[in-house]
């Protein structure tokens, strides 16, 4: 069985530093898909960035990047230069490639940018 | 031009009552899910169709009861409720495929609260 874990209930960070949010997975699945959703407080889920398990490079799409260390089961979102508008929870997951796998979710960090 | 839309946005209703919650999707997906949200904000799925057909059926009350009449649909009933069944319902949409993963796109949520 997966188990997705964000061990982050909760972060303050200032305007325009970067924070990262930390993710790990367990797994025994060969072949995965680990994604970063943002739920502001208006509460609509929005894709972030997306990484397969055998991609070589780190995904990036615009301010987000996603640290994936397959040997350590992590894939931690950066978030660079945070607006005040990233203030939002910020959840990972994962879905296994084989079969119709579930995508799990982990507990949510919820992010707070001061000014 | 919504993307995945679902009705009603809330829905306030009496313990042992029947409701419905419909979703749609126009962008083409074959895949559909069904999430719960939990007032702890932990995301769970519950159902997944593929081109109408039921293909992931998480352990959740029979008095839940997808519905999907196309690709394009896929509603939830709830009969006989009860207090703790009060969350926000996500419906979802991808092109995921049973060895493909892609991106799930949300809908706004439906809150639902029972009295």
């Known amino acids: 069985a997966q188990k997705i874990t964000q061990t982050q209930p909760g972060m303050f960070v200032q305007e325009k530093e970067a924070v990262t949010l930390d993710c790990t997975y367990d797994t025994s699945d060969q072949s995965y898909g680990l994604f970063w959703y943002k739920q502001p407080s208006s509460g609509e889920m929005i894709f972030l960035i997306y990484?397969?398990?055998?991609?070589?490079q780190n995904a990036t799409e615009g301010r987000y990047s996603l640290n994936f260390q397959k040997a350590r089961k992590s894939a931690n979102l950066v978030i660079s230069a945070s607006q005040l508008g990233d203030s939002a929870m910020y959840f990972c997951a994962m879905r296994p490639t084989d079969s119709w796998g579930k995508l799990q979710f982990g507990a949510g960090t919820q992010v707070v940018v001061t000014p | 031009d919504t993307a995945v839309s679902q009705t009603p946005k809330y829905l306030v209703t009496q313990m042992g009552n029947d409701k419905s919650i419909k979703c749609e999707q126009n962008?083409?997906?074959?895949?559909m899910y069904w999430y719960k949200q939990d007032s702890k904000k932990f995301l769970k799925i519950m159902f997944s169709?593929?081109?109408?057909?039921?293909?992931i059926n998480e352990t959740v009350p029979n008095r839940f009861s997808p519905k999907s009449p196309d690709k394009a649909h896929l509603n939830l009933h709830i009969n006989s409720l009860e207090l703790g069944d009060s969350a926000v319902y996500f419906c979802a949409s991808s092109q995921d495929k049973e060895r493909e993963v892609n991106e799930q796109f949300f809908g706004p949520g439906t809150r639902l609260t029972v009295l």
């Open positions: 169709y593929n081109n109408k057909e039921l293909i």
């Open positions: 990484q397969g398990s055998y991609d070589e």
């Open positions: 962008l083409g997906h074959d895949t």
